[in-house]
Nanobody, 123 residues
């Protein structure tokens, strides 16, 4: 059974950095597409970044140049390095895998989710 656990969230000031981790089990990371999503209070869950099994990455426009998605396939750990954080980055961050479909931006196209880790950026 696939199990995902996020960690690394916290509170930082504008311009600060955080690195999120997502430890996975029950699957082989190098054969799966994985992604980070986030959800702010009162808003829908939105895509942040994606990494394919071949290492190709994609980012939401709002985080391009500031966030970097990567993974350690030997350890089955997914990362999200977040630099130059802004108050609008405040949200619960989730990792996901088990993509099925055509649009990675659609949360319902992802089968497995972690419980989330909170990121709060103050001005």
């Amino acid at each position: 059974q696939v199990h995902l656990v996020e960690s690394g969230g916290g509170s930082v000031q504008t311009g600060g950095s955080l690195r999120l981790s997502c430890a996975g089990s029950g699957y082989t990371a190098r054969t799966y597409c994985m992604a980070w999503f986030r959800q702010a209070p009162g808003k829908t869950r939105e895509r942040v970044a994606r990494i394919d099994s071949d290492g190709t990455t994609s980012y939401a426009d709002s985080v391009k140049g500031r966030f970097t998605i990567s993974e350690d396939n030997d350890k089955n750990v997914l990362y999200l390095q977040m630099n130059n954080l802004k108050p609008e980055d405040t949200a619960m961050y989730y990792c996901a895998t088990g993509f099925r479909g055509d649009s990675w931006a659609t949360p319902s196209k992802w089968t497995y989710w972690g419980q989330g880790t909170q990121v709060t950026v103050s001005s």
